[in-house]
């Protein structure tokens, strides 16, 4: 007994040891444990080859080599950093030299995040590597190193495949996607407009303080809540009259009574066939207050007798916006909802109405339920896309017209258009950056509100 408890201590101790000796060498050379005590040469070498992209890239793309050698005498990040440490240094200062010569604050803070978050990813491989290589020692102990490489290759076959064939999809999708969105966020808490141009001038962290004169700035909290105020109206009322439109004109195109169904399909899906851009351009010349043919035909009918302000008028151009609208967009949904009255139990309805039900009820408590039950998704998703229908309003109206009791925005502007009129007008991009966020929370709180509520979500 006495000797098989001390054959158990030595056990532990060796096993302790090897354990210790495993992560221990890992945290020094990443993958060092993994290809020296376990056997696992690729995981080693692919961990090790983490480190060697880590270190490589600071080295030779700065003038450490020069420092450590006794050749710069006064080192500063600045001049003379590698791309991880220059690239942190500028995303925290963004620059300490104005001028032509000097830091472009800009270009700082797009390669700090780039840095930033090649950094982030080195470090989660390097923490996978320390846990890998403890999880591995204790297997090693338990199990001996056979069985451990058996169960690594299959596991290796299983696991590594789809990792690598996502990983030059997600490389493309953090530069192209997520890099501009952090930018797009970060801008927010700097200075940076059209008196803060890089390189002349450099850009600053101003914290809160651009959200807080949203707020605390009268013009700019009344044409923001103005903006707003308008955009949900354009959006609820954008989504709600073409989806209804388009169920009146599916419904209409199912009735048994409808002949040549095929050729008023045609007719109704050209608003869709010709490009939104070309329709809001002719449609702006139709318009037209002055020279448009509208007005001249009413005119020349007698049915008027002055011409009527369709796009400069505050009421009438918010309108007529929404009109434009419902005539390009209720063919998206006919085209969908046809789908869906095809689709749906003719039985259903038939033993409502022998039941006493009416034509109307039918409609109310049973197909129209059943219809936006089918389509919430895609209401939602119109709701959004509606919320931020730049070209709706940019080639109809400009968002005009203007209103000198706003701030850079016009009467039919919604908050797409008005960031759009700060960026490239004014050049007040650190305000565009507020709106850009406060757009997304909104939409995304309003967004998966309503999709939570549905069925498809439920059945998910």
């Known amino acids: 007994m006495a000797v098989s408890q001390v054959n158990l201590r030595y056990a532990m101790g060796i096993n302790m040891k090897k354990k210790q000796g495993m992560v221990l060498l890992s945290l020094l050379i990443w993958g060092s ?58 995303l925290i200062t963004m620059g300490s030299v104005e001028g032509i010569k000097g830091d472009h604050s800009t270009i700082l803070l797009i390669n700090g995040i780039i840095a930033f978050m090649g950094f982030i990813i080195l470090m989660g491989v390097y923490i996978v590597n320390v846990t890998d290589a403890y999880k591995q020692g204790i297997l090693l102990d338990s199990l001996g190193r056979k069985e451990i490489l058996k169960r690594n290759k299959l596991s290796t ?40 141009l890089p390189p002349a001038h450099l850009v600053d962290w101003v914290g809160f303080e651009n959200f807080t004169k ?17 955009t949900i109206i354009w959006a609820v009322a954008a989504t709600f009259s073409t989806y ?27 608003p869709w066939a010709i490009p939104g851009m070309i329709s809001l351009l002719v449609f702006k010349n139709l318009l037209n207050g002055q020279f448009g043919p509208f007005n001249q035909f009413l005119l020349d009918t007698g049915i008027i007798s002055e011409r009527i302000p369709f796009l400069t008028d505050p009421v009438l151009a918010k309108i007529s916006i929404l009109a434009v609208n419902l005539w390009m967009g ?51 998703m119109n709701l959004a896309c509606n919320f931020n229908n730049f070209g709706a309003i940019y080639f109809l109206t400009g968002g005009g017209p203007t209103n000198s009791n706003l701030q850079f925005a016009g009467d039919t502007d919604i908050l797409i258009s008005w960031i759009y009129k700060l960026t490239l007008d004014q050049r007040m991009f650190s305000m565009a950056a507020v709106m850009n966020i406060l757009i997304f929370l909104f939409i995304a709180v309003v967004s998966l509100w309503n999709f939570s509520r549905t069925n498809a979500f439920k059945e998910m």
């Open 33 to 90: 444990g993994q290809f020296i005590v376990a056997k696992q040469r690729v995981k080693g070498s692919l961990f090790f080859l983490a480190q060697v992209l880590l270190l490589g890239t600071e080295l030779f793309t700065g003038y450490w080599l020069n420092y450590f050698a006794g050749q710069i005498s006064d080192f500063s990040i600045r001049l003379y950093g590698g791309f991880f440490t220059k690239g942190l240094w500028g």
């Open 157 to 196: 076959k299983k696991k590594a495949f789809p990792y690598l064939i996502l990983m030059p999809a997600a490389i493309v999708i953090i530069l192209i996607v997520l890099m501009p969105i952090i930018f797009s966020v970060l801008t927010a808490f700097t200075n940076y407009d059209m008196n803060h």
């Open 214 to 230: 949203l707020v605390s700035v009268p013009i700019w909290s009344k044409t923001f809540l103005t903006v707003l105020i308008w």
């Open 244 to 270: 209804f439109m388009g169920l009146l004109q599916a419904l209409m195109l199912s009735s048994k009574y409808v002949k040549h169904k095929g050729l008023f399909q045609a007719i109704y899906i050209l």
């Open 330 to 380: 209720f063919p998206t949904f006919m085209v969908m909802l046809l789908g869906v009255l095809a689709n749906q139990e003719e039985s259903l309805y038939e033993a409502a109405r022998i039941d006493g039900a009416g034509k109307l009820q039918v409609f109310r408590r049973i197909k129209l339920p059943l219809l936006m039950q089918a389509t919430a998704p895609l209401i939602i």
